[in-house]
């Protein structure tokens, strides 16, 4: 079992979890993070800190967000277990259900009201 970021981080990338990650499994890609699954040891320092509480456990994982169990681990599949975060830098991709939702968490324009309307 492991932890996962799910769809609360996307577009947010708030980062206070990767400052607390003991073991720098804590990746990131273009739009959002990811949880290297090989590398993650249940410590659970990562998911207080989430402002968006996007980090959940596997097996806690709400089910309209379960996809993101397999988004996290998929992520990996070429990179492997890199060992380090912080060494690696971001990744300029993401995971191909990631990449392909609508912006989110964008704010519209303010549009200009005139002062006498």
Not at 14 to 30: H, N
Not at 41 to 57: K, M, R
Not at 87 to 93: D, F, Q, V, W, Y
Request: contains cysteine; aromatic residues 8%.
């Amino acid at each position: 079992m492991t932890f996962v970021i799910a769809l609360p981080c996307v577009d947010v990338k708030d980062k206070a979890c990767i400052d607390e990650c003991p073991l720098d499994c804590i990746y990131e890609g273009e739009r959002m993070l990811y949880i290297q699954p090989d590398e993650c040891i249940d410590c659970g320092a990562c998911e207080p800190v989430c402002p968006v509480e996007a980090i959940f456990f596997e097996d806690d994982t709400p089910q309209d967000w379960q996809h993101f169990n397999t988004v996290n681990a998929e992520f990996f599949s070429d990179l492997g277990a890199p060992g380090s975060s912080t060494k690696l830098g971001p990744i300029e991709r993401d995971h191909p259900i990631v990449a392909a939702l609508p912006t989110l968490g964008a704010v519209p324009p303010v549009l200009a009201i005139p002062p006498n309307a």
